[in-house]
């Protein structure tokens, strides 16, 4: 099972970027699956994440108006547009799903890295001032 990120890159501030993150080796169009992301020197932080039905996203309000999460389950990937990019977003990102979180409502649960039992590899987004 494998969850495999692209599009990361360098950007100048104000710019857009849209990540992508494929699943290969199991379905999940029943999985709630999330963005998490980890600054240089920091500890691992959420970002957005999305309901199993596309019916609810989550974001943290750091990237709130300026990210969307959304997923097409027929190509089982889920993808971030980023736009309105800061210095301060500079992060390796990481995509993640969980079939548990189909029984959660709460976003505290999406919000939460330990419900998640799968993870991608990163993708490194560099935005310049």
């Known amino acids: 099972v494998q969850l495999q990120a692209s599009g990361g890159g360098l950007v100048q501030a104000g710019g857009s970027l849209r990540l992508a993150c494929a699943g290969s080796g199991r379905t999940f169009s029943g999985s709630g699956m999330g963005w998490f992301r980890r600054a240089p020197g920091k500890g691992r932080e959420f970002v957005a994440a999305i309901r199993w039905t596309g019916s609810n996203a989550y974001y943290a309000d750091s990237v709130k108006g300026r990210f969307t999460i959304s997923r097409d389950n027929a190509k089982n990937t889920v993808y971030l547009e980023m736009n309105s990019l800061k210095p301060d977003d500079t992060a390796v990102y990481y995509c993640?799903?969980?079939?548990?979180?189909?029984?959660?409502?709460?976003?505290?649960?999406?919000?939460?890295?330990?419900?998640?039992?799968?993870w991608g590899q990163g993708t490194l987004v560099t935005v310049s001032s």
């Open positions: 993640t799903a969980s079939s548990r979180l189909q029984y959660y409502d709460g976003a505290s649960a999406y919000r939460d890295d330990t419900y998640y039992d799968y």
